[in-house]
């Protein structure tokens, strides 16, 4: 009687060597590109339509804008750069003359007006159209805020102190501008419903008066002040986000004096709490909100201008935030907007670095645990590619930590089993590492 003898050759691939991890970081700093000089502020859209967010940076000593074109797998082209005012300070985009493309309205801080530049259909603009807005108007938005189904401007008037309202004439001409007085500088404003009336209304960060304003929308286009709020010294940013989870609008606003973030808790008709907690950053420029790990949580990232990097705090789920790492980026960040930008399903972030002249873009390098050949499902065939990397010397899983399915540091044979048991037998679902390396 012959004896069959099997012998199982175990393979340990570590994904970390001489430590079992390394720095854990959502995002990896991947390149930068050229802009204008100075870029104080930063948006992106789709602007020639295929599919892919491009990049528009606002120039404050070069009197520009700056508008790349996203090449695919977040590269960009070489800016190019459309006059506009003096001094501008920041830019908005949206469909303002209903022909489906993308156009854009620049903040001109030294010449008190509003920029319109109207896209071509292919990303390239004409020339600007100017409205006369406040005095040193500092930010700019639009929504559609008369409810008629065109997207209105807003701005933001640091000298003047008041906030401008700009209607949309559904045609891409607008009314002149109506100004709503507020309390204090208004160098940051942004559009929310801040007591679930479908009007968006507006928050205005007042530099001067350490404060910020609610203007609520009367339904019709015009606002009434709905209250001050007190913030830590020297608001300079503020955006607005769903940030416990109550399905009201709270709001986040970083303070360049006290150097910290902190958040407004909406009651949901439309008044606020600050919270308690604070998070100390280092001069703090901008901020922005969006789910950074896909967790159903709207987390925060920061643009600091003093230290030159961003900073991420993470959302534990109900409104209260771990700062969990900061990421260098270029000289001088001013600015910070988060898209998907490679087109992988995530949120990336790009900053403007006005000492630099550039922008920097970091990619999030989250994926999903057990899909292993990166197809955005798991099943057998995963199992099949652990096998082939493993024992037949095939390309390994991208990233490496989508193997490590057990989360013990090393892909073998026991992430096989994981997977099979968690397919076929009811196991546990996989459990990687929760971020790739630093690689920035």
């Known amino acids: 009687m012959k004896t069959i003898l099997f012998v199982f050759i175990t393979l340990n691939i570590s994904l970390f060597p001489n430590s079992l991890f390394s720095q854990d970081t959502l995002f990896s700093h991947t390149a930068n590109f050229a802009t204008g000089s100075d870029p104080y502020s930063i948006i992106g859209s789709d602007l020639n339509s295929d599919g892919l967010i491009d990049i528009i940076t606002t120039n404050f000593q070069s ?14 082209q070489s800016p190019v750069n459309y006059s506009v005012g003096i001094f501008p300070y920041a830019s908005t985009t949206a469909d303002f003359d209903n022909d489906s493309y993308n156009d854009i309205a620049v903040a001109n801080w030294y010449t008190n007006n509003v920029s319109l530049l109207f896209n071509n259909g292919d990303g390239t603009f004409g020339d600007t159209i100017n409205y006369a807005a406040g005095i040193g108007p500092t930010s700019i938005i639009c929504a559609d805020y008369n409810k008629d189904g ?12 008041n ?13 002149p501008g109506i100004s709503f007085p507020i309390e204090g500088e208004a160098i940051s404003i942004c559009s929310i419903d801040c007591n679930n009336d479908s009007f968006p209304d507006i ?9 910020i304003t609610v203007l609520r929308n009367n339904g019709n286009g015009t606002f009434s002040n709905f209250g001050n709020y007190p913030t830590p010294p020297a608001p300079r940013s503020v955006f607005s ?38 998070y100390i ?17 709207m987390d925060l990232a920061t643009a600091n201008h003093s230290s030159n990097d961003i900073s991420i705090l993470l959302n534990l789920g109900n409104g209260v935030f771990e700062h969990v790492y900061n990421i260098a980026a270029d000289s001088g960040s ?38 292993a050949n990166s197809d955005g499902k798991i099943n057998i065939m995963d199992v099949s590619y652990l096998i082939n990397f493993l024992y037949k010397g095939q390309s390994p899983p991208f990233p490496l930590e989508s193997g490590d399915v057990d989360n013990t540091g090393f892909i073998n044979i026991l992430d096989i089993t994981y997977l099979i048991n968690y397919l076929y ?16």
């Open 241 to 278: 986000s769903d940030l416990n989870n109550d399905g009201n609008y709270d709001i986040a606003v970083v303070t360049t004096i006290h150097d910290s973030v902190a958040i407004l808790i909406n009651d949901g008709l439309g008044t606020f709490e600050r919270d308690s907690n604070y």
């Open 281 to 297: 950053i280092d001069q703090p420029f901008s901020i922005i909100s969006n789910d950074f790990n896909s967790d159903g949580f």
């Open 425 to 440: 037998k009811g196991g546990p679902e996989p459990n990687c590492p929760l971020t790739r390396p630093f690689s920035g």
């Open 163 to 175: 906030v401008s309202i700009f209607l949309n004439n559904g045609n891409g001409t607008f009314q």
């Open 203 to 211: 928050v205005a960060a007042n530099n001067n008066t350490y404060s």
């Open 334 to 371: 001013s600015s910070i907007f988060s898209a998907d930008i490679d087109g992988d399903s995530y949120i990336d972030l790009i900053t403007a670095n006005r000492f630099s002249n550039n922008i920097s873009v970091f990619l999030n390098t989250s994926f999903t645990c057990g899909d």
């Open 150 to 161: 065109n997207f209105d401007i807003a701005t933001g008037n640091s000298e003047s102190q």
């Open 63 to 76: 009197g520009d804008i700056s508008v790349l074109l996203n090449s695919g797998e977040a590269q960009f």
